[in-house]
């Protein structure tokens, strides 16, 4: 199989299969839901904080959410929200803060158990950077767990090339991505790297085409259906460029 070709060798997501577990939890639906929620706990945690929370109880409250989300039995609510990993969280959270969080007074961070291995400390970092503006939580969320996407399909990016020996091309193709104006032109690069220009062009339409490709495979694990990984790509670009 080409490297182009896998993206499209997805078969069963790791949402999907959480979503199918609805009438009977497995170990493979636990542990694909474990690793999702490892992966996008931060848009959430983000929520939570521009929600008004302070530090500590976003912290408590996003531990204790996802120690219950992790619970035995937990996958009814998935087959009630198949369709984007994105939305199930969110809904999910929701109904946390309102009922799980009021009733239970305080919080005992999963009943002493760190489920996931959460890195609050650089999480709030991120948050401190977010934008100062009146951007409301949900959509605070909605840019955080598209540039999620994005930071993850770059770093597979960035570690093939760099397994391919071409860490050098991609770090000087890799601002070409975004679409702006890149602090070098195609000749300057070439010359650089000892190339022709045309070869250079080549690289970075390569290069374009695989991170969308990669970017699509990141999105096909957050929906119920890979063939819905598209639209939630086209949806999520138009978050990040508004």
Known sequence: MSTSDQPRAFLTTHWSLVAQAAQGASPEAAQALAALCETYWYPLYAYVRRRGYRIEEAQDLTQEFFAQLLEKDRFEQADRERGKFRTFLL????????????????????????????????????????????????????????????????????SEYEAQGKGELYEALKLQLGGE????????????????????????HRLRRRCRDLLQAEAAQTV???????????????????
């Open 91 to 158: 809904s999910s959270l929701n109904h946390f803060l309102q009922n799980e969080w009021r009733k239970a007074g305080r919080l005992k961070r999963g009943g002493g158990q760190r489920l996931l291995s959460l890195d609050f400390e650089r999480g709030e970092d991120r948050y401190r950077l977010e934008p100062a503006d009146v951007q409301t939580p949900e959509r605070i969320f909605e840019r955080r767990w598209a540039m999620t996407l994005l930071e993850r399909a770059l770093d597979r990016l960035r």
């Open 181 to 204: 104006a890149a602090p070098a032109t195609y000749q300057e690069i070439a010359a650089r790297l000892h190339m022709s220009e045309g070869a250079v062009k080549t690289a970075a």
């Open 224 to 242: 119920a259906n890979p063939v819905d990984a598209e639209a939630e790509l086209r949806e999520l670009f138009l978050v990040l460029s508004s």
